[in-house]
């Protein structure tokens, strides 16, 4: 690792005191935050730290209630990207911005064309030429749609260069990416950061701040709870820092042995978006009482796996068993109705956003309500107050779903599912973007379903999550199972090579 | 042969209007918006493309007033989906019902009551290589198909503001993030597309008939909606689809005077064109892959 | 129910700035604004006979403005009310023509029964062509509307030309498959009780039943309609069909109840209109009744209003226009100003300040 320099570096920017309030959420409390020339600065916080918000204020993205930004020591308005760009600051979100349909140099070149004509040859040099100074590589004429994640993240960071940035933002880059293309990135910042580049490096994966980060500034609820050389700390005290507390939902109960099978999934094939393969010969099965965990990298056929079970997407072959009942290829109605309980990844996908809370609490089960077709006002309004109370959601019976948190949206969704006790539960990231509480919950209800005796399908790409709630993990790599472990005594490398592609010959 | 140059050269002509108002809605739907004004844009063009002719007596003056009328039009649709967002499906068909309206109670007043034609002398036809043959052709046809559409492609290909246009419709997050306005790019790209639209309109006042006559533009607008679809957002494949509606088009107008075709009621063959579009979208329009932010609205905060 | 209940202050601001938009049109008229909305607005609901002529004028825009706001609701964008409706006039004067001597209970429902079948029949093609294909329904039920004009004209030149004027007019039906009237010495006819029957059964169908729920599930969300098991095409289809269905009731209805006879100027644009009273009533039923009331008395009005000042008519539909442009302009900003900044946040943001 290159050293920062032994004297202190120049402030490129500085943000001071900033501020900004969603509702009765103080997003960002009076955070103030020096950059500098040459380092990578991590910036570490949990979800719903306030790490995003700051960023996008940085960025022009978000306006700050108050607070001001510093560019080289004068105070600069930055209300739009187009301002921030012109201070020399650049940002690779979490979602990349980039125009799939367009080629990378299209996507390089945009907003920054450099006349009414576009210049497509020197948009077309500069990529070759970063692809060789900073490993790059990515090929100028080829669309985005056709590219790997990596290599979109790789043309992001080109827009960034392209537009002669000296401050780079990246919000939580490895995310997306496989442990190789983290390699590759942590390599171009190195390069980066030696060429004088300002890093901020947004993380809640302590291993990577600890090796890449010079500085890191650790945000709780808002606020900035310390900024220290990361050479001076060890991973410990930054876990410690960042929670604050420790978290509840540790503690589970001991390994069971699972019950007869419930859900039995027997070489499963489907193709996913584009009609392209996604599943191949996927088999397992979870027992009552069992949590079954699915690791892997994002897009290795993880959504595929959990709509098909959600009868949502039709399967090219293969057999799923649900309690002796065959649904492969049956409509989300079947397969609810043969006791399949289903949390997908996306919770704005399953709930109406603009219909109320009472409403969206009986709609997969429309056929049970009320006499004949009327609607019975007086029932679904008591399921909803039932509901509400059982599982503590903040919410009136009327209050539209749009106007809720997304922790109470994850709960009017559990109790959806949860209160028809299905035998069969599928859930896919059933804690992303939840703040700490919600999470605990969230889990908690998983655990007493599982004590319950439901076999629970368990999709997350928080491996962290997997370990602390599974039975067993099963890796999902190209639509495959590449391994199978047993989450009592698995670590986190030995899935970690399972999820790169590494076969089981460890 | 005659019959086929006839034909051909029918089509040029009929497919004139529907290229300005093919390459218009292709802008305006590439930057994200579906603008249902185009009906009325085209019908105000026509108006008062014909009723700036006839009080001056410059043709000039009336295809200036239709692209004038044509850009506030766009403005409008503008202010109402890219600044207000409202729903672009209400917004547009309220401008088409608004500009009709206009147009009409404008006619009233300044022309009369309803019958009692007014014409004007409308544009010659060049004829660079002499009378009846397919380059005989107004103007306006000249400059759809060598200047509109042409120029029309390389300003979305080659140019950093057609680049623009298509990012703010393809992804404006991306686009805004990138430092472009997406409003800035809504507006030119509506503005541009109404003053085309409304050119087409004229074509019809201006060139063709040389008068105006109610319900002139008769859901052509609709047609070119149907044809940039048809045309999957590009401009030459909306060309193309225009040049085969015309095509229909003509060849029923030559049918009809034919011997043996005078039992078909000539309605009926009217109809024909549009659903032969129908048709080809039912063929070639299925789940065609629409601009990203198509019917979105953007705002940052 | 919303545009009603949003207060007063809407409703006034609407009225002023329509008032302001379309001053310069009256006085080109050389009209006085207010005595021409006295004439507009007012003046039809003073005399017991252009009260009347308001309800009458009112019918076809409740039928399609209810037509208009069931397909919207399910976030079906039939747009093609108008070709559906002189569909729905053709077979109405095809079995009012072809009616004698049978009971008259018996003509009458076979006449509205036939415009809705040929008004549903008129939306099938588009429906079926977005719920198999995926084509764009907005275009198919758009290119519809001209053709549907088409094959009345063809009939009106052709088979059915009025064989003794020879104008493009049909023969008269029968006098069993003419509407009844309701009050004396009016035109209001049978139409007005159906299409408020016809209203109130949307009203109570949508927000009252498991197959409204249905509906607007599917209409506000699709996917969420379909995750939770709800046939999001078969409802879209059903929801298109009946749209379609009351539409060409308008049509049946305009024959058997006014022309009684089918003629090429059947409909000035009553699909499109029902465009802006479905709008205009913020797509909840008893608001769509008042919408097409409000545009029956500016059409009595702007009628009225020809004759008295000397005004064209179609300020009528310049007004509607821009009470429709404006309305919608008007309902979004204030939206826009209630919401709290959350619900406008993108998601990231949404996820970022979790509270729960």
Redesign the interface.
């Known amino acids: 690792m290159l050293s920062a320099g032994e004297t202190t570096p120049q402030a490129v920017v500085e943000l001071r005191s900033i501020s900004k309030r969603?509702?009765?959420?103080q997003?960002n409390d009076g955070i103030n935050l020096t950059l500098r020339r040459g380092e990578v600065h991590g910036v570490l916080g949990e979800?719903?730290?306030?790490?995003?918000?700051l960023m996008?204020i940085l960025?022009g993205?978000?306006?700050p209630d108050s607070g001001d930004t510093l560019v080289d020591g004068e105070t600069v308005d930055i209300s739009?990207?187009?301002d921030?760009?012109?201070a020399g600051i650049g940002?690779v979100?979490?979602?990349?911005?980039?125009?799939?349909?367009?080629t990378v140099t299209?996507?390089v070149?945009?907003?920054?064309?450099?006349?009414?004509?576009?210049d497509l040859e020197r948009a077309r040099k500069l990529v070759e030429e970063a692809a060789q100074r900073f490993g790059l590589g990515v090929q100028p004429d080829l669309r985005v749609a056709d590219l790997s994640v990596g290599e979109q993240q790789r043309v992001e960071i080109l827009?960034a260069l392209y537009?002669d940035c000296r401050v780079l933002i990246m919000d939580e880059p490895t995310a997306v990416l496989t442990p190789q293309e983290v390699r590759a990135l942590f390599v171009t910042l190195d390069k980066l950061r030696s060429d004088g580049m300002a890093i901020v490096f947004i993380s809640h994966k302590l291993p990577e701040v600890m090796e890449l980060t010079d500085r890191v500034s650790i945000l709780r609820r808002g606020k900035i709870i310390d900024s220290v050389k990361t050479n001076t700390v060890d991973a410990g005290q930054l876990a410690s820092l960042m929670v604050g507390h420790p978290t509840t939902a540790g503690k589970r109960h001991a390994y069971s042995e699972p019950g007869a099978t419930v859900l039995e999934v027997v070489g499963l094939s489907a193709r996913g978006r584009l009609d392209l393969p996604a599943l191949s010969e996927v088999s397992f099965t979870v027992g009552a009482g069992e949590i079954l965990g699915v690791a892997g990298v994002s897009g290795n056929g993880q959504t595929e796996l959990a709509e098909v079970l959600?009868?949502?997407r039709k399967p090219d072959a293969g057999s799923i068993r649900v309690g002796g009942t065959e649904i492969a290829g049956l409509?989300?109605?079947q397969?609810?109705a043969a006791g399949v309980g289903?949390i997908?990844e996306d919770r704005?996908?399953?709930?109406?956003?603009?219909?109320s809370v009472s409403?969206n609490l009986i709609?997969?089960h429309?056929?049970e309500?009320?006499s004949r077709?009327?609607?019975d006002t007086e029932q679904i309004r008591s399921n909803a107050l039932d509901l509400i109370e059982r599982f503590s959601i903040?919410a009136e019976p009327d209050d539209l779903i749009?106007?809720l948190?997304?922790?109470?949206i994850q709960?009017v969704l559990l109790a959806r599912v949860l209160a028809r006790e299905p035998s069969a539960l599928v859930v896919s990231q059933p804690t992303r973007?939840?703040?700490i509480?919600?999470t605990d919950?969230v889990r908690k209800q998983l655990l007493s379903r599982r004590e319950q005796g439901a076999a629970i399908l368990l999709i997350s790409e928080d491996l962290d999550e997997l370990l602390l709630l599974s039975d067993r993990i099963i890796v999902l790599y190209r639509g495959e199972i590449a391994g199978e472990i047993d989450a009592a005594t698995a670590d986190r490398d030995h899935v970690g090579l399972l999820m790169a592609g590494h076969t089981e010959v460890v | 042969m005659t019959f086929i140059f006839d034909v051909l050269a029918a089509t040029l002509r009929n497919a004139t209007p529907l290229v300005f108002g093919t390459v218009g809605e292709t802008y305006a739907e590439r930057a994200g918006i579906l603008n249902l004004g185009i009906e009325g844009t085209m019908y105000a063009g026509a108006f008062f493309g014909f009723a700036a002719a006839a009080a001056t007596g410059s043709l000039w003056l009336g295809i200036l007033t239709a692209i004038v009328v044509g850009t506030a039009a766009g403005a409008l649709m503008a202010f109402l989906s890219v600044t207000l967002g409202t729903s672009q499906h209400v917004a547009g068909i309220g401008i088409t019902l608004g500009l009709i309206g206009i147009s009409e109670f404008v006619n009233r007043i300044y022309f009369g009551s309803a019958d009692g034609l007014r014409r004007i002398e409308p544009f010659q036809l060049l004829e660079p290589f002499g009378p009846d043959n397919i380059f005989s052709q107004y103007g306006l046809t000249y400059i759809a198909f060598l200047v509109v559409a042409p120029l029309g492609w390389w300003v979305l290909r080659?140019?950093?503001?057609g680049?623009?246009v298509?990012?703010v419709g393809?992804?404006p997050?991306?686009?805004?993030?990138?430092?472009?306005?997406v409003a800035a790019h809504r507006y030119a790209a509506l503005m541009i597309g109404g003053a085309l639209m409304a050119v087409g309109g004229a074509f019809f006042t201006l060139a063709s008939l040389g008068t105006f006559t109610l319900d002139i533009i008769a859901g052509r607008g609709w047609v070119c909606i149907a044809l940039v679809i048809f045309g999957r957002w590009r401009i030459w494949r909306g060309v193309f689809g225009a040049l085969i509606f015309a095509g229909v088009f003509s060849l029923q107008l030559r049918l009809r005077i034919l011997p043996g075709w005078d039992a078909v009621p000539f309605e009926l063959l009217l109809a024909l064109p549009y659903l032969i579009i129908i048709g080809a979208l039912a063929v070639s329009g299925r789940n065609v892959?629409y601009p990203?932010a198509y019917l979105k609205h953007y705002r940052?905060? | 129910m919303l545009a009603v209940r949003r207060s007063a202050s809407t409703v006034g601001v609407v009225l002023l700035a329509t008032f302001a938009i379309t001053t310069p049109f009256i006085m080109m008229a050389g009209a006085n604004p207010f005595s021409a909305y006295a004439e507009f607005l007012v003046i039809p609901l003073t005399s017991r006979f252009s009260f009347l002529e308001v309800l009458v004028a009112s019918i076809p825009l409740i039928f399609t403005g209810v037509a208009v706001a069931v397909a919207f609701r399910a976030g079906y964008w039939n747009i093609g009310a108008e070709g559906q409706l002189l569909m729905g006039a053709i077979a109405g004067a095809g079995v009012g023509m072809a009616a004698g001597d049978q009971p008259r209970a018996l003509v009458l429902l076979t006449v509205i029964l036939a415009g809705a079948l040929a008004g549903a029949l008129w939306a099938l093609a588009p429906a079926l062509l977005r719920v198999k294909l995926g084509i764009d329904e907005v275009v198919t039920t758009l290119l519809l509307n001209p053709v549907a004009l088409l094959v009345v004209n063809a009939l009106l030149n052709g088979p059915w030309r009025d064989p003794e004027t020879g104008f493009p007019e049909s023969d008269r039906i029968a006098e069993s498959a003419q509407f009844p009237i309701l009050i004396s010495r009016s035109r209001l006819h049978l139409g007005f009780l159906v299409a408020l029957v016809i209203a109130g059964t949307a009203w109570f169908v949508l927000t009252?039943?498991?197959?409204?729920?249905?509906v607007?599930?599917v209409g506000?969300?699709p996917?969420?309609?379909?995750?939770?098991?709800?046939g999001v095409g078969r409802t879209l289809l059903t929801a298109a069909l009946v749209s379609g269905a009351i539409a060409g009731v308008a049509g049946a209805s305009e024959v058997a109840g006014i022309q009684h006879r089918l003629t090429s100027g059947i409909s000035p644009g009553f699909g499109y209109t029902g465009i802006v009273v479905a709008t205009l009533g913020a797509l909840a039923m008893p608001t769509v009744v008042l919408a097409a009331l409000l545009i029956g008395d500016l059409t009595v009005g702007s009628g009225s209003a020809g004759l008295a000042l000397g005004i064209p008519s179609q300020l009528g539909d310049i007004v509607q226009a821009t009470v429709l442009l404006v309305t919608v302009g008007v309902l979004i900003y204030r939206k826009l100003r209630v919401q709290?900044?959350?619900?406008d946040?993108p998601?990231?943001?949404?996820?970022?300040?979790?509270?729960?």
Request: proline share 4%; glycine share 12%.
């Open positions: 969603f509702g009765a959420v997003a979800n719903g730290a306030g790490k995003t918000t996008r960025y993205l978000t306006l739009s990207p187009k921030a760009i012109a940002m979100t979490q979602h990349f911005a980039l125009v799939k349909p367009m299209e996507n070149i945009l907003g920054r064309a450099g006349g009414a004509v576009l827009k537009r959600s009868g949502m409509g989300p109605r397969v609810v289903r997908p704005h996908e399953a709930l109406v956003g603009d219909m409403h709609l997969e429309l056929d309500i009320g077709s009327i609607l903040k749009r106007t948190s997304g922790g109470n709960k973007g939840l703040d509480g919600a919950y | 080659s140019t950093s503001f680049l623009g298509r990012a393809e992804n997050e991306a686009a805004d993030a990138a430092g472009l306005s892959a990203g940052r905060n | 009252r039943t498991v197959a409204g729920l249905r607007r599930a506000l969300s996917n969420a309609a379909r995750f939770a098991g709800i709290p900044p959350l619900a946040a998601i990231t943001d949404v996820v970022e300040v979790d509270t729960s």
